[in-house]
């Protein structure tokens, strides 16, 4: 497997793939900044499934890719929570390891023997992601490769071996229970050096420090002619507080006079080193072993840090890079899944590549509403297409009747389906598109430079000259700050030039002339359609269900005058 560009599980392993990013009001426009907002209570995965929902891209490729990996650790609940907990040791081991530490001052032996525990808790990790990834039920390629991308991580880096030598080596090292230093000293008896003589299974044995001393320079018996111990040495542990006295005296015989270390709780060593300091004091006392040790086997220790850096590095800086795009997975199958559970419906989307149908959709229906609505049965399902007779959709119909909703439903289709989630539809077959833009009204203080009729105009034209045939744009009221007449100018010459371009539109507005030029405006057109779209009404009340129709804002202004008695005859007759 070619790991040279890394392993993501959101593109296949070597695609050149070209993104582009949603401008940054599209999120909100679609409604999905709500969805992201209710995925997760951790503000920073928040934004990372927004990040990731905003990155889009047109290849049909990416899109199953995103998708299987999605259905997999959607139907494996199992999968989901042992993934997260392993996430949960990786980010503690990596704020705590101090694999990262470089210098040998810092990195003493004793300290190396200690991060064995971390050595051997990373390889764990990565075993126990290749267990989870094991499961048969896996069928994406995504997971797939990921299992052989883990295996060759943990075969190349000879982990198995590594495991039996950590454990043979921390074995060895709970057996240390002293070492021993040699002091050479020259005719004053002043410590002219400092070695290591040997790693020792003993303690050392107390005894009288003083009269240790004197036993050592007066008896000939005890005049060694080695440096080797035999393991009949004695040592007295001097003591700034308890043992003052004594060390005064020792300490203006001999510079350094005794060094004691036992490993402790924590697997450091704790060490005392008398030394002769200017100011006749105790600051000399350092935890100084690893100094010693570090500077006797320099060349010991930085191959050992490095191996022991290295393996961390496979395990963990290798695998934590897709710990965020597992999140987003994760955390985006949980929100569905609670939904389904509600009572709505979701659907594996279908993406193609471009033909005459550039989206069919059935039974969709708007994810904002139906995280807000306590009984989502009431919500009213649509069917909507795209193709060349149909690539403008003028929609209209009464206020409040949906227009605005059915709009952001289109667009949350294609953004979800896009980043490989599962869509709120009984079925989605589309063409995926290179951008969506969302031409919604402007907030107050962005109008105020240039008006808003200036600034609507302005900012279409930008989205026009960055959108393509393969694009989805969805306009909400566009040019209806003016009268109708400018108004209605406008969106017309608008329209005409998105037919030119042929890109997927809704334009949802009340200039109900508008949908009844749709069919002057296909002629004009080369190729591309418009047609009529109405939130189609029953009796005067709003059905919320879209249907292709001239516009019937004259209709149902009849029906709703009948409705509360306000036609002329009514009024006239008092009827």
């Known amino acids: 497997m070619d790991k040279s560009g890394g392993f993501s599980l959101l593109q296949p392993i070597g695609a050149d793939i070209e993104y582009r990013r949603l401008p940054e009001n599209v999120m909100h426009d679609l409604g999905l900044d709500a969805f992201c907002q209710e995925v997760s209570n951790d503000a920073k995965e928040r934004r990372l499934v927004s990040n990731v929902l905003s990155q889009i891209t047109d290849d049909p490729g990416v899109a199953m890719y995103r998708q299987q990996v999605f259905g997999d650790i959607f139907r494996l609940p199992d999968l989901r929570k042992s993934m997260m907990e392993l996430f949960e040791k990786i980010q503690f081991m990596k704020d705590f390891s101090s694999m990262h530490k470089t210098t040998d001052e810092e990195l003493g032996l004793w300290h190396l023997f200690h991060r064995l ?17 094991s ?26 071996d590594m495991k039996k030598d950590i454990a043979e080596l921390k074995m060895k090292a709970s057996d240390v229970k002293s070492v021993t230093l040699g002091v050479n000293v020259n005719e004053r ?44 040495m004695h040592y007295q542990l001097i003591d700034k507080e308890e043992k003052a006295g004594a060390s005064d005296i020792v300490k203006g015989k001999i510079g350094v006079m005794s060094i004691q270390s036992s490993i402790a709780s924590d697997s450091r060593p704790k060490s005392t080193v008398v030394g002769t300091p200017a100011d006749d004091s105790m600051s000399g006392s350092t935890f100084y072993l690893d100094t010693v040790m570090n500077k006797m086997l320099s060349t010991l220790v930085k191959r050992l840090r490095d191996t022991l850096t290295k393996y ?3 395990a963990i800086v290798n695998i934590s890079g897709l710990v965020p795009e597992f999140v987003y997975y994760i955390r985006c199958a949980e929100l569905i899944d609670r939904l389904t559970e509600k009572g709505c419906i979701f659907c594996e989307a279908e993406p193609v590549s471009e033909n005459d149908a550039s989206m069919e959709a059935k039974g969709f229906y708007n994810i904002k509403l139906a995280m807000t609505m306590e009984n989502v049965s009431e919500i009213v399902p649509n069917d909507l297409s795209f193709d060349k007779k149909h690539t403008v959709y003028i929609l209209t119909g009464a206020n409040r009747g949906g227009k605005t909703t059915i709009t952001q439903a289109v667009g949350q289709l294609f953004v979800l389906a896009q980043g490989g989630l599962f869509v709120p539809a009984e079925s989605f077959r589309y063409t995926p598109c290179d951008c969506v833009y969302t031409h919604f009204p402007a907030d107050e203080d962005k109008t105020m430079d240039l008006g808003r009729l200036g600034e609507e105009c302005v900012r279409f034209k930008e989205i026009f000259s960055k959108a393509t045939g393969r694009s989805l744009l969805l306009l909400n009221e566009t040019f209806s700050t003016t009268s109708f007449e400018e108004g209605y100018y406008i969106a017309r010459d608008s329209v005409k030039a998105l037919l030119t371009k042929a890109v997927r539109t809704v334009y949802n507005t009340h200039m109900h002339k508008l949908g009844e030029d749709a069919e002057t405006l296909t002629r004009e057109a080369a190729g591309a359609g418009a047609a009529s779209l109405i939130m189609r009404t029953e009796e005067g009340k709003r059905s919320f269900k879209v249907a292709l129709a001239q516009p019937e804002g004259s209709s149902y202004a009849k029906d709703i005058a009948k409705k509360y008695g306000v036609t002329y005859d009514m009024l006239v007759n008092g009827q």
Do not use: Q
Not at 204 to 221: L, P, R, T, Y
């Open 117 to 133: 525990d971390e050595l051997d808790g990373y390889i764990k990790t990565v075993e126990t992601m290749r267990e989870c990834l």
């Open 312 to 314: 961390a590095n496979v």
């Open 189 to 232: 008896f002043e410590a002219v050096s400092i070695g290591l003589v040997s790693v020792n299974k003993k303690s050392f044995k107390k005894s009288g420090i003083v009269s240790n001393f004197a036993d050592a320079i007066a008896s000939k018996d005890k005049l060694r002619e080695t440096a080797d111990w035999d393991g009949d």
């Open 135 to 160: 499961d048969e039920r896996i069928k994406s390629e995504g997971l797939i490769s990921l299992r052989e991308y883990i295996t060759e991580l943990y075969d190349e880096a000879c982990f198995s």
